[in-house]
């Protein structure tokens, strides 16, 4: 029984405009079928390229106009190809788990990606959706997918799951 949880994974990706990559948990047995949502769904990460990372009036970053905004020729929302916005009080809690990423950018993509799991602590089942949409020069590839967690000691006790 873990009392911090962290997922770590190889990641190769590239970005290209109006994509969408995600990465959302659940910790009580959600699933993803023809239909619909079961479950509760929890961020761990948006990509999107920086234009399509949208700013209110005062230039803040909003995650409510990003997720209503476009993927251009589409007609459809970023919204649309997540899960957790459906269960926050405010869609502002959602914006730090977005990210930039370059459009095309073969070297910005490659990376070991490290993200803390806070509603996972103390469960015994974690289920991940990896969701990306886009066009053309895009793709995502995920390897070494491991969660590790700290038995509620130090950092040096740290075990894999």
Same mark, same amino acid.
């Given at each position: 029984?873990?009392?911090?949880?962290?997922?770590?994974?190889?990641?190769?990706?590239?970005?290209?405009?109006?994509?969408?990559?995600?990465?959302?948990?659940?910790?009580?047995?959600?699933?993803?079928?023809?239909?619909?949502?079961?479950?509760?769904?929890?961020?761990?990460?948006?990509?999107?390229?920086?234009?399509?990372?949208?700013?209110?009036?005062?230039?803040?970053?909003? #995650?409510?106009?990003?997720?209503? +905004?476009?993927?251009? %020729?589409?007609?459809? /929302?970023?919204?649309?190809?997540? $899960? @957790?916005?459906?269960?926050?009080?405010?869609?502002?809690?959602?914006?730090?788990?977005? #990210?930039?990423?370059?459009?095309? +950018?073969?070297?910005? %993509?490659?990376?070991? /990606?490290?993200?803390?799991?806070? $509603? @996972?602590?103390?469960?015994?089942?974690?289920?991940?959706?990896?969701?990306?949409?886009?066009?053309?020069?895009?793709?995502? +590839?995920?390897?070494?997918?491991?969660?590790?967690?700290?038995?509620?000691?130090?950092?040096?006790?740290?075990?894999?799951?």
């Amino acid at each position: 029984d873990a009392s911090t949880n962290v997922n770590t994974f190889s990641s190769n990706y590239v970005q290209n405009q109006d994509n969408i990559a995600s990465l959302e948990y659940s910790v009580d047995g959600g699933d993803y079928t023809d239909s619909g949502a079961t479950g509760t769904w929890h961020p761990v990460l948006y990509y999107l390229e920086p234009t399509d990372l949208l700013t209110d009036e005062e230039g803040n970053f909003s #995650a409510e106009l990003t997720l209503l +905004g476009e993927a251009e %020729g589409s007609g459809i /929302e970023y919204g649309f190809y997540t $899960l @957790a916005p459906e269960y926050v009080a405010d869609l502002q809690e959602l914006a730090p788990y977005f #990210a930039a990423r370059q459009d095309d +950018g073969y070297k910005d %993509g490659k990376r070991f /990606e490290k993200h803390r799991l806070p $509603l @996972a602590d103390h469960k015994t089942q974690v289920r991940f959706r990896w969701g990306f949409m886009g066009t053309w020069s895009w793709y995502w +590839g995920v390897d070494h997918v491991q969660i590790w967690g700290d038995n509620g000691t130090g950092i040096g006790d740290w075990s894999l799951f």
